[in-house]
């Protein structure tokens, strides 16, 4: 499979690059990079562009393209045509308080893309640290495998964490949500379940691993976590269907942690 790099401009797009390469090389995987111009005019600076970003590019370049049109629409119509299994974009940058409610290019591609998304922030040059989010949903088992095998492959140590939401409905069968780690696995509650599965999917993996809990606003914890616990990389988990609901449901959690982590975001399909 391919890794699909959507180059913003050089040098901004520099971080993205190089993020996008190492993660394709971590996994095999060709390249393939793709700029979107909005104006015709713009295409033949493009082309130039995408030239000179090959040579930060470590895997093997399978594809260049540029073009033109709206580039959300562009990047969600070429990863739909391509045989790309993940999108690498630039994290889009707050600036003013009301950047928080615009529905960005980073926004609009993390949201509908029916693969696996990367939200590039920094560039960094190996994974030390991976944060693997599990949030016990259809897809979170999806999230510990994608987890496993970059924290395998980069030789980085992993922390599987789950955050137990302040209105914890979903989890009948907990007595009291004061429950220290060690208790709440005791249970046999389906969440308890799903932990001690991803904490032995990892070991199987053989990767370095802890597992850890937090209390309160979930994305509020993931970014907590993520800035105590100086990670390279956060993987977090998104539906494989886009429609209304799917987008209100990951509008209260994703888009926060994308805009506000101190590093960069995997954001997860569902096969």
């Not at 799903?194 to 199987?204: D, I, R």
């Not at 539906?239 to 982590?261: C, F, H, T, W």
Request: some cysteine; hydrophobic content about 45%; glycine content about 6%.
């Amino acid at each position: 499979m391919t890794v699909l790099i959507c180059v913003s401009g050089i040098p901004y797009a520099q971080a993205t690059i190089a993020l996008g390469s190492l993660v394709a090389g971590l996994r095999g995987s060709s390249v393939a990079l793709l700029k979107v111009v909005e104006h015709a005019a713009e295409e033949e600076t493009a082309v130039s562009m995408l030239q000179e970003a090959r040579q930060f590019v470590q895997s093997p370049v399978e594809e260049t393209a540029v073009t033109l049109g709206t580039p959300a629409k562009e990047i969600l119509r070429k990863a739909e045509e391509g045989h790309y299994d993940l999108i690498v974009v630039g994290a889009h940058a707050i600036k003013k308080l009301w950047d928080q409610f615009l529905h960005s290019v980073t926004h609009k591609v993390a949201n509908q893309a029916t693969v696996s998304v990367l939200v590039a922030r920094g560039e960094p040059t190996a994974f030390k640290r991976i944060l693997i989010c599990a949030s016990g949903f259809a897809n979170s088992a999806q999230v510990i495998r994608a987890g496993a095998a970059l924290a395998s492959t980069a030789n980085a140590k992993a922390t599987l964490l789950h955050v137990v939401e302040s209105i914890p409905g979903m989890y009948a069968g907990l007595d009291e949500m004061e429950e220290t780690l060690p208790e709440l696995l005791q249970t046999d509650t389906p969440l308890s379940q799903h932990l001690k599965w991803g904490a032995e999917y990892l070991l199987q993996a053989q990767v370095s691993a802890e597992l850890k809990l937090r209390r309160g606003i979930v994305s509020d914890e993931v970014l907590a976590e993520a800035q105590d616990g100086q990670y390279d990389l956060i993987l977090v988990g998104a539906r494989a269907e886009y429609n209304v609901l799917s987008s209100l449901l990951m509008g209260q959690v994703a888009p926060k942690i994308i805009d506000n982590a101190p590093c960069s975001v995997l954001v997860v399909r569902s096969d």
